[in-house]
């Protein structure tokens, strides 16, 4: 059986002659982007070294996720990815790596140590914090080694995905007279990867060691009466997709649970060492993990640059992080006022992470301490292992209400969290549902029913939230993303209708508003389209803006291309992978394509079309989905319309308007896939943002 996959490659794809571009290429693109935030000098400094953390935490999902589809297509006849494109995208893939660890070695790490912190290597370490290193290393991390040479007795061990280890060679005879020469040695990760040493061996500067160079240092000590020839840290990463059948398991849970046991083992897609790493050893490596020569990164410095996010976290210099930044609170929404007498006046949008998250959680609160609250329903994708969300939940199916939750069994990574949430809820009485099987759940709704006194007796009333990001406080600080709070009995209607189908599995009545893949959702973006090209031709005003994560979906951009070509205005502000080549003469010089990378993770996804001069030809609408085939196939996503004129023109004024004139966070994409920044010194749609919400 074919393993199944959220990330399916996709094959060179041709439009008309238009030939599309790669994905994969795409989303290394835009971790380009990513790395070059680490050498504007207009960024903090640690602030700097985090985006180099975060293009490897980006690399490492990159590997263990899409490209290990990527690979097993290039292998599958038929899989439509050639063994070109495949050494394409290994080598945009080994070209970024190299660059980040120049930027790291050449850039950062220098002008961090000229502000007083550094990383000390064994060599550089002076005699007392060599002393230090070496009681550090005798008490908290030679108890918990466990060197294992290898023999016919002693296989290769199982290596853990993202794991540390050294590979040793090694002189001389082991206690048995026997001269096997390779030995393994797993560094444990409960040890902590960057240790700051006292301030009185630091001569007033902020010194680290690493783990590695702890370890390093004592390799002789792990192996008495040997020699170490040569040695060196590697690291595998692997394929991390859950392979469970969900056509043939009775309970998806249990599944799912027990195939987190294996995942750490999957197949192994990518072997990182460092530089001075001997071609014997590695060579060795590749051979124990079935490996090309291709998979072999060799990188000029620590193996998992992801673990120095722990220095970041240590290091004492408010000056070289980005200034605070506290939300503001909705000026629509008084503190003091219910939020349910709130939502009787009107819809209240929130603009994330400039306007708090917090009304959400009050809103929630709100609904569980109301005795008149008779129901709550949420969909749970991303909301982490502690969530005052999830704990409110808790405490509303102990009160005696109804309580459903959609808990997205399959989020990526998140899967583990997710069951233990759904364990402890049912524990307490709440319905607790998975969605729909071979779909995800990905659609952000939040359903509160409430009884209420009508001028015929009691009614019954709904709240909502809808939103185009996660359910997570935490993220809501970091990630671009709005929500609406309403009591529009049309669109509470709509998510009600929603859950029906989540929970039941039958037919239910298609929602007036709410447009809902895997059903009504991409058929509604194609005709809007189409609406768009249609009055294109008539000379009638045609304009498309789209703010979205990624754009894969092969449809959607061969409407946008007809649409462009029929003179239509169209302008994607795609913040990571886009497939649409702009600019193509003849095919798309209508079609401009930009990408904004700041302080805050841009992942608002709206949609406006504009086909004609009334007022009823102009439509916006706020997605939970990116415009990508598993999005509009594959998922259970939500997208809905701003009615409102004042609200719908604050959305274009702050989300779109911004964007397209962005001069210093913004690049522009070229018609062969590279992308070109904008410039440097001109207006950033998020700085003037924080700076709007600042005076609020």
Not at 147 to 152: K, V
Not at 509 to 538: C, D, G, N, W, Y
């Given at each position: 059986?074919?393993?199944p996959?959220?990330?399916?490659p996709l094959?060179s794809?041709?439009?008309?002659?238009?030939?599309?571009?790669?994905?994969e290429r795409?989303i290394?693109?835009?971790?380009?982007?990513?790395?070059?935030q680490a050498?504007?000098p207009?960024v903090?400094?640690?602030?700097?070294l985090?985006?180099?953390?975060i293009?490897?935490?980006n690399?490492?999902?990159?590997f263990e996720?899409r490209?290990?589809?990527?690979?097993?297509?290039?292998?599958?006849?038929g899989g439509?990815?050639?063994e070109?494109?495949l050494?394409?995208?290994?080598?945009?893939?080994h070209e970024?790596?190299?660059?980040?660890?120049?930027?790291?070695?050449?850039?950062?790490?220098?002008a961090?140590?000229?502000?007083?912190?550094?990383?000390?290597?064994?060599?550089?370490?002076?005699d007392?914090?060599?002393r230090w290193?070496d009681r550090?290393?005798q008490?908290?991390?030679?108890p918990?080694?466990?060197?294992?040479?290898?023999?016919?007795?002693?296989?290769?061990p199982?290596v853990a995905n993202?794991s540390?280890?050294?590979?040793?060679?090694l002189?001389?005879?082991?206690?048995?007279?026997?001269?096997?020469?390779?030995?393994i040695?797993?560094?444990p990760r409960?040890?902590?990867?960057?240790?700051?040493?006292?301030?009185d061996l630091t001569?007033g500067q902020?010194?680290f060691v690493?783990?590695s160079?702890?370890?390093?240092?004592h390799?002789?000590?792990?192996?008495p009466?040997?020699t170490?020839?040569?040695?060196?840290q590697?690291?595998?990463?692997?394929?991390?997709?859950?392979?469970?059948d969900?056509e043939?398991?009775?309970?998806?849970?249990?599944?799912?649970?027990?195939?987190?046991?294996t995942?750490?083992?999957?197949q192994?897609i990518?072997?990182e060492?460092?530089?001075?790493?001997?071609?014997?050893l590695?060579?060795?490596?590749?051979?124990q993990?079935?490996?090309?020569?291709?998979?072999?990164?060799r990188?000029?410095?620590?193996?998992?640059?992801?673990?120095?996010?722990?220095?970041?976290?240590?290091?004492?210099?408010p000056h070289?992080?980005?200034?605070?930044?506290e939300p503001?609170?909705?000026r629509?929404?008084?503190?003091?006022?219910s939020?349910?007498?709130?939502?009787?006046r009107?819809?209240?949008?929130?603009?994330?992470p400039?306007e708090?998250?917090e009304?959400?959680?009050?809103f929630l609160r709100?609904a569980?301490?109301?005795p008149?609250?008779?129901?709550?329903k949420?969909?749970?994708?991303?909301?982490?292992s502690?969530?005052?969300?999830?704990?409110?939940?808790l405490?509303?199916?102990?009160r005696?209400?109804?309580?459903?939750a959609?808990v997205?069994l399959?989020a990526?990574?998140?899967e583990?969290?997710?069951?233990?949430?759904?364990?402890?809820?049912?524990?307490v009485?709440a319905?607790?549902?998975?969605?729909?099987v071979?779909?995800?759940t990905h659609?952000k709704?939040?359903?509160?029913?409430?009884r209420?006194e009508?001028?015929r007796?009691?009614?019954?009333?709904r709240y909502?939230?809808?939103s185009?990001?996660?359910?997570n406080p935490?993220t809501?600080?970091?990630?671009t993303?709005?929500?609406?709070?309403?009591?529009?009995?049309?669109?509470?209607?709509?998510?009600?209708?929603v859950?029906?189908?989540l929970?039941?599995?039958?037919r239910?009545?298609?929602?007036?508003?709410?447009l809902?893949?895997p059903?009504?959702l991409h058929?509604?973006?194609?005709?809007?389209?189409?609406q768009?090209?249609?009055?294109?031709?008539?000379?009638?005003?045609?304009?498309?803006v789209?703010?979205?994560?990624a754009?894969?979906?092969?449809?959607?951009?061969?409407?946008l291309?007809?649409?462009?070509?029929?003179?239509a205005?169209?302008?994607?502000?795609?913040?990571?992978?886009?497939?649409l080549?702009?600019?193509v003469p003849g095919h798309?010089?209508?079609?401009?394509?930009r990408?904004?990378?700041?302080?805050?993770?841009?992942?608002?996804?709206l949609?406006?079309?504009?086909?004609?001069k009334?007022?009823?030809?102009?439509?916006?609408?706020?997605?939970?989905a990116?415009?990508m085939s598993?999005?509009?196939?594959?998922r259970?996503?939500?997208?809905?319309?701003?009615?409102d004129?004042a609200?719908?023109q604050r959305?274009i004024?702050?989300?779109?308007?911004?964007?397209l004139?962005?001069?210093?966070?913004?690049?522009?994409q070229?018609?062969d896939?590279r992308?070109?920044r904008?410039?440097h010194?001109?207006p950033?749609?998020?700085?003037a943002?924080m700076?709007r919400?600042a005076?609020?």
């Amino acid at each position: 059986m074919e393993r199944p996959s959220s990330a399916a490659p996709l094959p060179s794809t041709v439009v008309g002659s238009l030939k599309l571009l790669n994905r994969e290429r795409a989303i290394l693109e835009f971790n380009g982007r990513v790395l070059a935030q680490a050498q504007r000098p207009d960024v903090p400094l640690l602030e700097r070294l985090r985006y180099i953390c975060i293009v490897s935490s980006n690399l490492d999902e990159f590997f263990e996720v899409r490209f290990g589809d990527y690979l097993e297509a290039a292998r599958r006849p038929g899989g439509g990815v050639s063994e070109t494109d495949l050494a394409e995208v290994a080598a945009a893939a080994h070209e970024l790596i190299d660059r980040q660890y120049a930027v790291f070695n050449q850039e950062v790490m220098p002008a961090l140590k000229r502000e007083g912190i550094l990383i000390l290597n064994h060599a550089e370490r002076n005699d007392a914090q060599r002393r230090w290193v070496d009681r550090f290393f005798q008490r908290q991390v030679r108890p918990l080694l466990v060197p294992l040479g290898l023999d016919p007795a002693h296989p290769f061990p199982q290596v853990a995905n993202k794991s540390l280890n050294f590979i040793v060679k090694l002189g001389g005879k082991d206690a048995f007279g026997r001269d096997n020469t390779i030995a393994i040695v797993k560094v444990p990760r409960v040890l902590p990867r960057v240790i700051r040493l006292p301030e009185d061996l630091t001569d007033g500067q902020q010194v680290f060691v690493l783990l590695s160079s702890v370890i390093r240092a004592h390799l002789e000590e792990l192996f008495p009466g040997r020699t170490v020839e040569a040695f060196s840290q590697f690291r595998v990463t692997r394929d991390s997709d859950l392979a469970v059948d969900e056509e043939d398991v009775t309970n998806l849970r249990q599944a799912l649970r027990s195939s987190l046991t294996t995942r750490h083992f999957g197949q192994a897609i990518r072997l990182e060492v460092v530089s001075t790493c001997p071609p014997d050893l590695w060579g060795f490596l590749l051979r124990q993990f079935g490996l090309p020569e291709a998979a072999l990164y060799r990188v000029d410095g620590p193996v998992n640059l992801v673990r120095l996010n722990q220095l970041i976290d240590q290091a004492d210099a408010p000056h070289l992080r980005f200034p605070p930044f506290e939300p503001a609170w909705p000026r629509s929404l008084p503190r003091q006022m219910s939020i349910f007498e709130r939502l009787k006046r009107g819809d209240v949008l929130m603009h994330h992470p400039f306007e708090s998250f917090e009304p959400v959680v009050q809103f929630l609160r709100e609904a569980v301490h109301d005795p008149d609250v008779l129901a709550i329903k949420q969909t749970i994708y991303r909301t982490g292992s502690e969530s005052v969300l999830m704990d409110l939940l808790l405490e509303a199916a102990r009160r005696g209400k109804e309580v459903m939750a959609v808990v997205e069994l399959k989020a990526r990574f998140d899967e583990e969290a997710n069951i233990n949430w759904a364990e402890r809820l049912e524990a307490v009485g709440a319905q607790v549902v998975y969605g729909i099987v071979g779909l995800k759940t990905h659609a952000k709704l939040l359903l509160v029913t409430r009884r209420e006194e009508g001028s015929r007796g009691p009614v019954l009333r709904r709240y909502a939230h809808l939103s185009t990001g996660n359910y997570n406080p935490k993220t809501a600080r970091l990630y671009t993303d709005v929500g609406c709070l309403t009591a529009d009995a049309e669109l509470t209607a709509d998510a009600d209708v929603v859950f029906q189908q989540l929970a039941s599995l039958t037919r239910v009545r298609t929602p007036r508003h709410l447009l809902m893949a895997p059903f009504s959702l991409h058929k509604q973006m194609l005709r809007h389209i189409e609406q768009v090209a249609e009055a294109a031709r008539a000379g009638e005003p045609a304009r498309i803006v789209l703010k979205l994560n990624a754009l894969t979906d092969i449809p959607l951009i061969e409407a946008l291309i007809l649409a462009s070509q029929a003179g239509a205005s169209i302008d994607l502000v795609v913040r990571g992978a886009c497939m649409l080549p702009p600019g193509v003469p003849g095919h798309t010089e209508r079609i401009r394509v930009r990408s904004v990378v700041g302080r805050f993770l841009e992942h608002t996804r709206l949609l406006y079309f504009r086909w004609g001069k009334a007022d009823e030809q102009e439509v916006l609408y706020l997605s939970s989905a990116d415009w990508m085939s598993r999005n509009m196939f594959r998922r259970i996503e939500v997208a809905w319309p701003v009615r409102d004129v004042a609200l719908r023109q604050r959305l274009i004024d702050e989300c779109l308007v911004p964007y397209l004139q962005d001069r210093c966070d913004a690049w522009i994409q070229q018609s062969d896939g590279r992308y070109e920044r904008v410039g440097h010194d001109g207006p950033s749609a998020q700085q003037a943002l924080m700076a709007r919400y600042a005076q609020a």
